[in-house]
């Protein structure tokens, strides 16, 4: 019997077209929103499959991106740490830099535990946060600072990279991406 | 036979009127409010009664909410989790939906929490937030996005229930409610 | 009028019956059991009833053993602390006692949570940990040192008081015992 | 393309096997062992395929589980509650039955992620385990107490199923069984 | 005899002056202030002396603080729990009042946490933040909602009680300040 | 002028009085004990006087033991850490020596603890420690390996002092002696 | 072989140097920034020496920063205390002064991280947080009160001083900086 | 000038000498020992330098270990998590494999932290834990499993390796070989 996995059965629809739904919400007001996406679908087929199957990124892969995470901060010549997080907050790698603050691991470990959560990058997360009231950045586990962006696989959210420990959100946001970029062609 | 507890024998007065009393105070000043409508009459009990009871959702109850939380977020196509914690602020259940993001358990604990220690739902108490000095929201455990809803018997909440990660808190407002719905016809 | 609670109600076995029951199992094997002397009319009408109660020591009755504890401590000059949890693991009270030592606070929760928790003292239930494999003792928050006394009404542990901080852990049960004194009167 | 699961697709071994292959190490020298079967391929594929899948217990059938879990406590007159775990150690869902104690919850927590880590039923796992030297009962996060079943999908563990409460682990176990009876039969 | 402390034998200014000293900086801007006041003696005598006196509440005031508390809880119709803590920040008291929230207990304690470490009601200090910018409620453990009030002796702060749970904080605060009127005749 | 504390005033017991009432009881069974030869008298005084004096060691004095255990250590040639805890369990100092290892910050601070906690040696105490059943090293937060003695001043413990890092519990604990000699002469 | 230090191989440029670079990015918009000066150089030594050299505060330097903060605080009639932590953010010392309040250990010892990680005065980079955002105040374990100053030594960051308890920021920053003087001469 | 590490300055013996002098002391009794061949000369030296260096494996060197590690686990069908930490104990790299449990993580840390801490592999050091009284096992954070490795440098540990999920310590720590092979040449 072939039993393809839910996730990837029930949707054809992208990364981009999730998030451009949820981009219509503003983040302050958006509480913790996933991806509804397919979520009627993936429901109805529950009644009848006790066991679904989630995305994981293969350790392969974790290296990959963490290779290409650090020669890309060489080259731009940042000391950075990098996580990547899986779509149920569990660590897949941590890669300390040499020479990165004690402050790194931690900083992208949220990054990366946001862009999974959401679906979609920090920076883009941290334009909505205005720090007046209450928003998605009070909930545990978050940071809105660039550097975190979700890996994507059969139009749902299956990692987050978090980079941190450039002096700007923007350079790390282009180092996670370096890394994304070296599994991208693979994902589906 | 006649079951009612104590709590109930000693109050008659809702959580409508509860809430009322309270809704006059802004939450931003209002400190950590819990209700205090029987107040009197309970402490005075107390000198006689060393042992005072305290309502709790029953397990049954917490499965039927969780069940319709399901249902509803099927059909509003949302991925959420749900968490109900009783007013001592126990884990009573906790769901996480198909597909939920890591961040819902949390989040959607928290909600619980806010609205079974205040009383009121979560969007309510959130509008008097503005981030501009110490608020109730600096209080450990808490979290002012929509989602959250308190379960009220003889007036007075026994439990909370959060839902999170629906695009919007009031999405997971709505689910919430339904949850409370499927059991609200049985409470006193 | 008539305040009795559903616990009670459901129920005419004292503590005692229960004890019995459960002291039939060695504690090594016994893994974390409740008492069950109640549970099937329990569960019976919790399908019927969505909010359970539960019994909780007062606080006037709180203050009334911590006030015999420190007295009795005096009497036999002993330097303790006292803490009482009600039957959801929540505090009920904390008294550091005058010289009392840093660890007492954390050993006197422990058994006051152990004590509710299997709802026999500590003393009793230590005797059956060997240390020679898996037991109890291995649960997350217990301590079965002597100094835990369970606190029962209606046949059902409603507290636990525990006491930390004398030379010994019969010293300490016999005061935790001069608390429970204290209100055992007008438990039922 | 198909994209069937990783773990699926590359063993028809089932747990029994599985179960069967670890037995031979005794517990107390095992380490942490994890289920080693299908390694050789997986890693293989993972050079290809930058997501793997893993298989999730639904959300519908873990309610299934609880629900089965609470009718045979009631029917053996236990107090108890029940926690499932993913094989990422993420909470699925979490239920404290009525009139449970307050250590049940984490009991059942830790019976849950053993299980699951192990791929073994704690009973079976605990009799290994001395006290006399270091074993896997060191390893954080761990019970091995009777209680807690693994939930095989694929020749894999996706879940764990912990009951907590009862006056010993069988009687856990037996209403834990329960529990993974009300979906084993749609389980492959 | 002579029970003077050297705190006392070095220092007649009140906590009025201290409180004085300390009122001329903006809380906003104020760092974690301690009070100096003394500081110059302290430390001299300190090279000569190796073990320095602290002042702490006895039990016994603890005990009469509580009940204090309790009464006039009753009497202004309110559910609230004290935490009462020492200069070092251990705990000294807790209570949770009937019916009080499950955010009491935390709020109450870091409220007595701040008001002993900073020497001042928390509404004064409260007065001060402003959500615009680095403020001392950035310390772990603080909370600036009013109900937290310092205990002096000596001139230097030894307690602090905080209570929580009232709609406001002014009304906390009311009932702290009751609560410390009970020992404070006695205080020098 | 007279600076005796009421602890001093209440005793003219010593901590051999002390350790040697205490010595009577095996460890294993002792529970949690402090000491409590002045107990009587310092719970008669404390219904006349709110405040209590708690002896401390001062900032010189803990710098006085870390300077001479650091140069014990170099004379030793072993790489430790020195922690010094009050008798509320406070931090009063910490200092990481040169190449000790990353466990020994934690290591040190628990036999500091637990030699402040029970008044005698973490060698002497360990002693009755069997692995057989309860003990008092179940007690969260000690450590029953030689190299943490206790600071007494006026008949009670006022700090612990704890060394980690020497291949042997005795090395550690000749190192932290060393400390105590240094102020040893100025305590009462 | 000459195993020279590759952070101190790789360059010249001291802490100003640094400093300057970071200083043109607002700490609001910075993200975790570390120092970047030199990393072209030192990964690309990486790839050739597996281990590379990182600096830390001899203990005989802490302890000489320890006893200048703690004279300067006597001169200047303050209640401090201070911690020093490496780039690693560990613990190098602690030392509570006299009659500090319980929440100067936690503020010292997170105005020394915040200063190591980002190797600028805390006071500095306070200055770009305004509370309206996310900003690196977001990333957890920093402070952005006055107090924070870092070591540096071969134009990397190799400690960080953190002083708490002065009623300014201010304050505590001068008093760190004496501390940093007593071993800025020996350092390069 | 040169500025060679004083850590290797001061060494000549490597790590075969330093783990000789420490083997001759049972774990069991053997406290938390550190290394302490070098500490003479370390701590002389200290009085003139306020900086000294650490050895710390690259990033580099780190992925290398964690490719080798994953390749020699596909090659011996085991599923495990690896895990490298500094000689501070902070993180260097974390690497969860496909399909390795969710205890692996933790457990593979404690590996690498009691690995490095004590300067030898976890299975030597687990051969003296008989579970019989107080012993290094008790240190928090450590595990004596097989499946840790110190990486050595200039005579001092400066790494450990910790793998996790094999079915025996054994084969864990066989797998974390083939990781440190992977530097070990490039190791002085």
Request: charged share 20%.
């Amino acid at each position: 019997m072939n039993i393809r996995t839910r996730l990837v059965a029930g949707s054809l629809s992208g990364l981009a077209v999730l998030a451009g739904a949820v981009a219509a919400t503003s983040p302050a007001q958006a509480a913790d929103a996933a991806h509804s996406a397919r979520s009627a679908h993936s429901a109805r087929v529950a009644a009848a499959e006790p066991v679904v199957q989630t995305g994981t990124l293969s350790a392969d892969a974790a290296l990959k991106i963490a290779d290409a995470v650090l020669k890309e901060a060489v080259k731009q010549k940042q000391r950075v740490s990098v996580v990547i997080v899986d779509r149920s907050g569990a660590t897949r790698l941590v890669l300390k830099g040499d020479g990165a603050g004690p402050q790194t691991e931690e900083s992208a470990r949220r990054k990366a535990f946001t862009a999974v959560s959401f679906g979609r990058t920090t920076s883009e997360l941290g334009k909505g946060i205005t720090g007046g009231g209450p928003s998605i950045a009070d909930i545990p586990g978050t940071l809105f600072l660039g550097g975190g962006v979700p890996v994507a696989s059969g139009g749902a959210p299956v990692a987050g990279i978090g980079v941190g420990g450039a002096p700007s959100g923007d350079i790390d946001e282009s180092i996670a991406q370096a890394g994304l970029k070296a599994v991208a062609g693979q994902l589906r």
